[in-house]
């Protein structure tokens, strides 16, 4: 499969996303680096088989879902030319609201995540286009295509694929549109500098002023929040698509390629200082997370496609544990391919496969706690691209087919 080439990063101007208690309301969560402070819930939870509580069928895709209020997003493809967004209660799965909106060629196969802002659930579709759905009953509010925003610079470079990165509401950077009425508010310069990416902005407060961080095939842009203004560019050989996003601890600044991974301390004045740069923790398909000081994730290996998923299957794939410091790799072992979440000094992971096991963040070894097939065995297809979220004492795993599975793991 060929990877993904369209356009332009996004960040929604809007005040930053606030912390809600039992809420997974973006990409990533609240923090938008994979880490939840839930502490209500059982690392043991999927021993003895994952307690499924309920299903749904959302539609294919990969993108991931969004949980506010008690309330479940997610918008899968309904066929080739139509996205269905749906709502369900995130206790029970039972549906509140479903919507199904024509977007013509490019709508199928959603991969980017919507984002939820009190009362609008924000979302972009593969094709580039924007769209703004009150959360209430799914009415769109207001919809664009980027396309046809000059500033906005997209580039449909494929059209068997699309856009990926997912909507982030922030105060505005990258393409920033205005939340309430998605008319372009400015535009930071970046566009046409590396930005073409699967990768999704990340927000941080680095040495006092709060950046946006972008990712790009050519360089790792950083903006300011609160103007928009290029702070630095780093640059690195990486020509294609970037798909794993920045991580950062709030000092320190985490990038994956296909090829290496780098370390940058941006902390000081002027271009920042690379503290290392090597062949571990490359990325092509799945963010690493930082718990202690640490970094766990897949090491992407080269000479497979990241679209041949059943070569991915077959494949035993180096998982590993990095310093974030030095870039010292503490170990590694092998399994199938695998995302991930943390969450109070625990890895949730899940495999291509549909694997989940809750492991220890541990630098010493590499121990799982419990583990279980999220199917129980069923003859589904197994194609888990997605990260699992936790939410309130559940565990969300969803498969490329569209199966949204809700587990039990509340203490």
Same mark, same amino acid.
């Given at each position: 499969?060929?990877?993904?080439?369209?356009?332009?990063?996004?960040?929604?101007?809007?005040?930053?996303?606030?912390?809600?208690?039992?809420? !997974?309301?973006?990409? #990533?969560?609240?923090?938008?680096?994979?880490?939840?402070?839930?502490?209500?819930?059982?690392?043991?939870?999927?021993?003895?088989?994952?307690?499924?509580?309920?299903?749904?069928?959302?539609?294919?895709? $990969?993108?991931?879902?969004?949980?506010?209020?008690?309330?479940? $997003?997610?918008?899968?493809?309904?066929?080739?030319?139509?996205?269905?967004?749906?709502?369900?209660?995130?206790?029970?799965?039972?549906?509140?609201?479903?919507?199904?909106?024509?977007?013509?060629?490019?709508?199928?196969?959603?991969?980017?995540?919507?984002?939820?802002?009190?009362?609008?659930?924000?979302?972009?579709?593969?094709?580039?286009?924007?769209?703004?759905?009150?959360?209430?009953?799914?009415?769109?509010? !207001?919809?664009? !295509?980027?396309?046809?925003?000059?500033?906005?610079?997209?580039?449909?470079?494929?059209?068997?694929?699309?856009?990926?990165?997912?909507?982030?509401?922030?105060?505005?950077?990258?393409?920033?549109?205005?939340?309430?009425?998605?008319?372009?508010?400015?535009?930071?310069?970046?566009?046409?500098?590396?930005?073409?990416?699967?990768?999704?902005?990340?927000?941080?407060?680095?040495?006092?002023?709060?950046?946006?961080?972008?990712?790009?095939?050519?360089?790792?842009?950083?903006?300011?929040?609160?103007?928009?203004?290029?702070?630095?560019?780093?640059?690195?050989?990486?020509?294609?698509?970037?798909?794993?996003?920045?991580?950062?601890?709030?000092?320190?600044?985490?990038?994956?390629?296909?090829?290496?991974?780098?370390?940058?301390?941006?902390?000081?004045?002027?271009?920042?200082?690379?503290?290392?740069? #090597?062949?571990?923790?490359?990325?092509?398909?799945?963010?690493?997370?930082?718990?202690?000081? $640490?970094?766990?994730?897949?090491?992407?290996?080269?000479?497979?496609?990241?679209?041949?998923?059943?070569?991915?299957?077959?494949?035993? !794939?180096?998982?590993?544990?990095?310093?974030?410091?030095?870039?010292?790799?503490?170990?590694?072992?092998?399994?199938?391919?695998?995302?991930?979440?943390?969450?109070?000094?625990?890895?949730?992971?899940?495999?291509?496969?549909?694997?989940?096991?809750?492991?220890?963040?541990?630098?010493?070894?590499?121990?799982?706690?419990?583990?279980?097939?999220?199917?129980?065995?069923?003859?589904?297809?197994?194609?888990?691209?997605?990260?699992?979220?936790?939410?309130?004492?559940?565990?969300?795993?969803?498969?490329?087919?569209?199966?949204?599975?809700?587990?039990?793991?509340?203490?």
């Amino acid at each position: 499969m060929r990877k993904i080439g369209l356009v332009a990063m996004l960040l929604m101007a809007a005040g930053l996303l606030a912390a809600e208690p039992g809420a !997974w309301p973006q990409w #990533r969560g609240s923090n938008g680096n994979g880490v939840s402070a839930e502490a209500n819930w059982n690392p043991r939870c999927l021993e003895g088989g994952a307690k499924v509580l309920w299903t749904a069928d959302i539609g294919t895709g $990969y993108s991931n879902v969004a949980i506010s209020g008690g309330r479940l $997003y997610a918008v899968g493809s309904a066929d080739s030319t139509h996205l269905r967004f749906c709502c369900l209660d995130a206790d029970s799965g039972q549906p509140i609201w479903a919507q199904t909106y024509r977007l013509g060629h490019g709508a199928n196969d959603p991969m980017s995540t919507p984002t939820v802002d009190g009362d609008r659930l924000y979302a972009m579709a593969s094709n580039g286009t924007v769209l703004c759905l009150g959360t209430e009953d799914g009415a769109v509010r !207001w919809k664009k !295509w980027l396309g046809n925003e000059p500033k906005a610079d997209v580039m449909v470079l494929d059209q068997q694929f699309g856009q990926a990165a997912s909507p982030i509401v922030a105060n505005s950077a990258g393409i920033a549109l205005d939340k309430m009425s998605g008319e372009l508010a400015w535009d930071s310069g970046i566009a046409g500098e590396g930005v073409n990416t699967y990768a999704s902005p990340t927000l941080a407060r680095l040495g006092g002023t709060r950046v946006a961080m972008f990712l790009g095939p050519a360089c790792l842009s950083a903006v300011e929040a609160a103007t928009g203004r290029l702070l630095w560019s780093i640059p690195h050989l990486e020509k294609t698509e970037i798909i794993a996003d920045p991580v950062t601890d709030g000092h320190l600044v985490f990038f994956a390629t296909t090829t290496r991974s780098s370390v940058i301390d941006p902390t000081e004045p002027g271009t920042p200082r690379v503290l290392w740069s #090597r062949e571990c923790l490359r990325s092509d398909a799945a963010t690493p997370v930082l718990a202690n000081g $640490y970094l766990f994730g897949t090491d992407w290996m080269q000479y497979v496609d990241p679209g041949n998923w059943q070569v991915l299957k077959r494949s035993e !794939w180096p998982f590993q544990c990095v310093d974030l410091e030095t870039g010292a790799v503490a170990w590694t072992v092998t399994m199938p391919h695998a995302s991930l979440i943390a969450a109070g000094g625990k890895l949730i992971i899940l495999d291509v496969k549909g694997t989940l096991s809750v492991a220890e963040a541990n630098p010493r070894e590499f121990g799982v706690i419990s583990s279980a097939d999220v199917l129980g065995g069923a003859s589904r297809p197994r194609v888990f691209a997605t990260p699992p979220v936790l939410c309130d004492g559940r565990i969300y795993v969803r498969n490329y087919a569209g199966d949204l599975i809700c587990i039990d793991a509340r203490k």
